[in-house]
Nanobody, 123 residues
């Protein structure tokens, strides 16, 4: 089974933008739906967004809708999470996850996970 590597996290100010990357090795993301989840300290893991294998279907949590966009480049075997207008409440460790075919908002349906990347939004 292949693996996912999350990257791109960092410390930014409120209102800034940041793009996270999820790069696969040992598996062809062409066949996989991808989702992003996040976990803030002391909280449950939260669904952020998901995109189908071809990018044709996407869903986002209400808390990020209109600010976050998932874009995939299957030629690079990479999926991106573009985050705009960041808020302090977006501070969390962000994880990408992959599952074959259909999209889902449920973390337990995703068998393959990245290691996570920390995003901190603070003034």
């Amino acid at each position: 089974q292949g693996e996912l590597v999350d990257s791109g996290g960092g410390l930014v100010h409120p209102g800034d933008s940041l793009t996270l990357s999820c790069t696969a090795s040992g598996l062809d993301l062409t066949y996989y739906a991808i989702a992003w989840f996040r976990r803030a300290p002391g909280t449950e893991q939260e669904f952020v967004g998901t995109v189908s294998w071809n990018g044709g279907v996407s869903r986002y949590a209400d808390s990020v809708k209109g600010r976050f966009t998932i874009r995939r480049d299957n030629t690079e075997n990479t999926v991106y999470l573009q985050m705009n207008s960041l808020k302090p409440e977006d501070t969390a460790v962000y994880y990408c996850a992959a599952k074959l075919t259909t999209v889902s908002i449920y973390s337990h349906e995703f068998p393959i996970w990245g290691q996570g990347t920390q995003v901190t939004v603070s003034s």
